[in-house]
Nanobody, 119 residues
């Protein structure tokens, strides 16, 4: 059993910053990749950012590139999403996800954390 627990969401004004955290616990994998996704009201879930197992490669959606930064602690038990210069269109529930083995195939998801950016 794998558990992903997000935290750090909240209400912030336009231009502000937030740092989301996702803690991974439970079953151990030889390697895994992490990602962040979001779902805005009335919209489909969309990719936000991803980090591969070694931490050498990061990937970002065009909408957040240059404003968001994904990172991970050295123990590989937590992944973070630093969000700067937030915009009202960033308002969504943010989910972290884990892909064991193959990059991009996310099998485990957190429950989500709400981010609301006021205009």
């Amino acid at each position: 059993q794998v558990q992903l627990v997000e935290s750090g969401g909240g209400l912030v004004a336009t231009g502000g910053s937030l740092r989301l955290s996702c803690t991974v616990s439970g079953r151990a994998f030889d390697s895994f990749h992490m990602g962040w996704f979001r779902r805005a009201p009335g919209k489909e879930r969309e990719f936000v950012a991803a980090l591969n197992w070694t931490g050498d490669n990061t990937y970002y959606a065009n909408a957040v590139k240059g404003r968001f930064t994904i990172s991970r602690d050295s123990a590989k038990t937590s992944v973070y999403l630093k969000m700067d210069t937030l915009r009202p269109e960033d308002t969504a529930v943010y989910y972290c996800a884990l892909a064991p083995g193959r990059f991009g195939q996310y099998l485990y998801w957190g429950q989500g954390t709400q981010v609301t950016v006021s205009s």
